[in-house]
């Protein structure tokens, strides 16, 4: 059983993949070409947001996002210890200063009711990640930023497809980042990730951003970067992209059987009010976390930690003086936290194993 069965994927949709391919292979337009246009129209539509840019990693799409709306050393971008490392990277490789908040264990995101209190007259951004693929509360975050000058992003790298009160994931106000990393729900076939907005000036920047600051070719505006999404990859996603919908409501019905058969013996993913979830993971939470990921492998059931370590704790984040018993939320989740096998091409029967091996763990 796999993870995340991308082979199954490929057998699938190989024909329309790989006519995309071949067409960029044909023109030698290898770099911001139609095909990257082409999909930045199809998911900005998607997402409603006005403007699309393919970024070269959800990572890169972040750190682009931050420059476009000018965070600079000695700025706090306020964020959550809970996500994977590039959240709070991209803060630190400005020079600005992560500050960590801790969590509401019930969803995994950033509680906004303890935003005010880390607020300070230095802060100039929050970056709300959408957590294994249900949105952040967004309206709530934005109303704990009460009036005053401060972005907020939304790190959507795994919740690409969800939506929060009607509002798709990447498109809520000022900027919001998605991933194409392989294992995302909408995967390419190496690095890639993409920036939305709705702000003009703010696409404006990332645009230029995106391609060494230049609007034209060698006349540098601003320091950029190379944060471009290559043809290829944005072909991988168009040959993927008629699919993902239907992808996104198979994920929905696995996390729903799973959610009613293993609802009684661990913490399964509680979907917030409004939200829907895409279920990038599926991550339930157990004091027996590790044995019960011992007992699963020894059947032949991989399973993955999102995430062992919450960033606050991190040696990469030591200058920042946290310790041990501050952010207990986020601190406790990542001891209890694991995640199930999940993909659209995760086979009935293999859904029947884990649930049957699982429960078998509990003695039940
Ligand atoms: C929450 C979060 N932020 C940022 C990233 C970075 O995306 P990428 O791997 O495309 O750089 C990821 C993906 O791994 C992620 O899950």
Known sequence: MQFTDLKAQFEAYERGIRAQ????IQSTRFILGPKGEELERQLAAFTGAKYAFGCSSGTDALLMALMAVGIRPGDEVITTPFTFVATAEAVSLLGATPVFVDIDP???NIDPGRIPAAVTSRTRAVIAVSLFGQCAAMEEIAAACGGRDIFILEDAC???GASRNGTMSGSFPKVGVTSFFPSKPLGCYGDGGMAFTSDGE?????????NHGQRERYRHRMVGINGRLDEIQAAVLLGKLPHFRRELAIRKEIGRR?????????TVPETAQGNT?????????????????RHLKSVGIPTAIHYPLPLHLQEAFRDLGYSEGELPEATSVSREILSLPMSAFLSGPDQDAVIRHFRNFFGK
Request: charged share 30%.
């Open 21 to 24: 391919m071949e067409e960029v």
């Open 277 to 293: 979830h895409v279920y990038a993971q599926y991550s339930i939470r157990t004091p027996r976390r590790d044995e019960l990921a």
């Open 202 to 210: 703010v696409a404006d920047r990332i645009r230029c951003l995106r």
């Open 158 to 160: 795994q919740s690409l």
């Open 106 to 108: 019930s969803t995994y």
């Open 258 to 266: 799973y959610s009613e058969n293993l609802g009684d013996v661990v």
